[in-house]
């Protein structure tokens, strides 16, 4: 893979850590600023008011996104270092990526936050983006 989709790779997994400890931020009153923000945008209304309740979902929540993303990390790192040996570390990620955009996608479109599409859309957009340059994927780059 060249360096640069490796750089690409990077800097969406760099990006995709950061909006996990955003979200894990907002289990607690003195770190929930971004997160509610970020509530208001995509539920087009006031702010939402965070209960123990949800703060402690949002806490679990943020935690799994992290731990899914360094999962990712090792994973497209050992995919990268492999070669094209790797591919089946890419279609996992892959599979991974698309069932949760679905799912994720759908049932905030389905509560009422329908604009979490567009978050959605665009961090599996930069995912395939490199998974479609890297042409990890490409019948023929398994040799």
Known sequence: MSPFWQAWFQFWLVSMVLFALLVAGGALPATDAPLRMGL???????????TPAGRF??????????????????????????????????????????????????????????LNVVPNTLALAMFLIGIAGSKALAPDARG
């Open 40 to 50: 208001a945008l995509i539920s087009m209304g006031p702010p939402t008011d965070l």
């Open 57 to 114: 979902m949002i806490g679990v929540l943020g935690g799994v996104f992290l731990g899914w993303m360094v999962m990712l990390w090792l994973v497209i790192r050992q995919a990268i270092t492999m070669g094209p040996a790797g591919q089946p570390l890419w279609q996992a990620a892959t599979i991974g990526m698309l069932a949760w955009y679905a799912l994720d996608s759908t049932l905030s479109v389905l509560t009422g936050f329908g």
